[in-house]
């Protein structure tokens, strides 16, 4: 998908729908860890999200888009 066709997505969502495609789109999440995360996964501080039983069964660390704060 465009750039352009994911912005029109995330304009029409809102809430929590809004949170989880933007977390699919932006942390390049795969839909079961994103199912597996927990508030204590979020490290907005840092701007970063800890991924656990990702790829390989380990721990992971990815970027966290400042703009999901306000979400």
């Given at each position: 998908?465009?750039t352009q066709?994911?912005?029109?997505?995330l304009?029409?969502?809102?809430?929590?729908d809004?949170?989880i495609?933007?977390l699919?789109?932006?942390s390049a999440?795969?839909?079961s860890?994103r199912?597996?995360?927990?508030?204590?996964?979020?490290?907005?501080?840092?701007?970063a999200l800890?991924?656990?039983?990702?790829m390989?069964?380990?721990?992971?660390?990815?970027?966290?888009?400042?703009s999901l704060?306000?979400?």
């Open positions: 998908m465009s066709e994911v912005a029109q997505i304009a029409a969502l809102h809430g929590r809004k949170l495609f933007s699919l789109f932006g999440l795969r839909i860890e199912l597996q995360l927990r508030i204590k996964d979020f490290d907005f501080a840092h701007h800890v991924v656990h039983n990702g390989g069964n380990k721990v992971s660390v990815t970027l966290l888009s400042t704060k306000a979400l």
